[in-house]
């Protein structure tokens, strides 16, 4: 292993390219190199240039949670707890990563802590996203929204391929039966298509799974990123787009609970602030869409059977992710206000109201109370 200037051990470094594999338009440009960046355990380092997120793998699923701080100026922050998540496909190893922790941008120094030995902890800087310089906005229509493509957020494809040229996690597709609604958990970067890069460079190279487990994602503008790769660079989540909604390819959301199950990924932490209202909006407008198109009731319950786990639940048609894993995704402030979001998705599907994206930036207030599920859930 190699050490760099600042006295980070590089890992394996990922040959990137560059270019999306986009069909169409000018592919983005990447001005500096990939490298994979461990962080050493237990004492501070300066973090490396460019920094946006950390993530921290672990050898097997740890019995506690490794603890991260970040300073500024010699102030250390509080400590962060690093718990292993439930994003994840269905073979992979559950509990063996965190999601990614944001680092402050006028951050100065990084600490990671382990408190269980007997699981090693690997703490892995996600760098230089922001170095993208000319990706440019490419949508396509779906289910009548405009969705960001791969190329157009600055999808580095080539992550996802073999040195053969193919592909790492081939789409395979299953027929939908229920939505699941996510939050990221860390906040987003000051470019929020650099939040989707990192969490792709995440999913896809660092913890290896070939792509990211996402079926769509939602910036708080309001904007809609394809997520899941069909094949199709044109056609996201379903094969062949929107008028093939029988098949739905399958995404690593929700462990054990991801065939048949479509994942939105709401960008930011919702634990105690709500969304925007333009993501709100923009979220009901995508539930009343997919329901009307996969005949999903959005009050309604269902079934859900995973013909590959075996793993069964008795669920809302919408669910929340922390209806299917033991997680608190997607935060107590989406969690209060979601039988409201159920409901306009439902009054929308009804009146076939306009699912046009408007207010950006606009703060959505949360209700006191906290909604009750009223299901049980059998985990798998
Ligand atoms: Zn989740």
């Known amino acids: 292993m190699a050490i760099n200037r600042r006295g980070f051990v590089i890992g394996s470094s ?18 500096t190199p990939r490298e994979r960046h461990i962080l050493p355990i237990g004492h ?4 490396p240039e460019d920094i946006d997120f950390v993530g921290v793998t672990f050898s097997k699923r740890p019995t506690s949670h490794a603890r991260i701080r970040f300073s ?5 922050s509080d400590w962060v707890s690093v718990r292993p ?22 951050c100065t120094s990084i600490e990671v802590q382990n408190d269980d030995e007997a699981a090693e902890a690997t703490p892995i800087a996600i760098s230089g996203l922001q170095s993208i310089t000319s990706a440019f906005s490419q949508t396509v229509n779906f289910l009548s929204l405009p969705v960001i493509t791969r190329a157009g957020w600055g999808a580095e494809e080539t992550l996802g391929r073999r040195a053969s040229g193919g592909v790492r996690w081939s789409p395979s597709f299953s027929s939908p039966q229920i939505i699941t609604v996510h ?13 989707v890069r990192a969490i792709h460079r995440y999913h896809t190279a660092t913890l290896g799974w070939g792509d990211i487990g996402y079926h769509l994602l939602i910036d708080p503008a309001g904007s809609i990123y394809a997520g899941r790769s069909t094949g199709n660079a044109l056609a996201p989540v379903f094969a062949d787009g929107d008028s093939a909604t029988d098949r739905l390819v399958v995404g690593g959301h929700s462990y054990a609970f991801n065939e048949g199950n479509l994942g939105i990924c709401l960008l930011g932490d919702f634990t105690s602030s709500a969304p925007t209202q333009a993501a709100r909006e923009t979220l009901v407008s995508l539930l009343a ?25 008795q669920v809302w048609s919408v669910a929340q992710h922390r209806e299917l894993n033991s997680t ?7 969690a209060m206000n979601f039988s409201q979001i159920r409901t306009e998705a439902a009054r929308r599907l009804r ?8 207010n950006p930036g606009a703060q959505a207030s949360a209700s006191s109370a906290p909604e009750v599920l009223p299901v049980s859930v059998l985990e798998g």
């Open 328 to 334: 608190s995704c997607p935060g107590d402030a989406v």
């Open 72 to 76: 500024a100026d010699g102030s250390p």
């Open 289 to 313: 869409a997919l329901c009307s198109a996969l005949g999903l009731d959005p009050e309604g319950h269902s079934s859900y059977v995973n013909p590959g786990t075996g793993a069964t639940a």
């Open 14 to 31: 990922i040959a990137v390219a560059g270019a999306a594999a986009a069909t169409t338009g000018t592919p983005a440009a990447f001005a």
């Open 183 to 195: 939050h990221s958990a860390i906040a987003t970067a000051r470019n929020a298509a650099a939040t």
């Open 85 to 106: 998540s439930s994003h994840c496909p269905d073979w992979h190893p559950y509990g063996t990563a965190s999601d990614l922790v944001p680092v402050p941008p006028d």
């Open 44 to 47: 501070p380092v300066e973090p």
């Open 351 to 358: 009146t076939g109201a306009s699912t046009s994206i408007s």
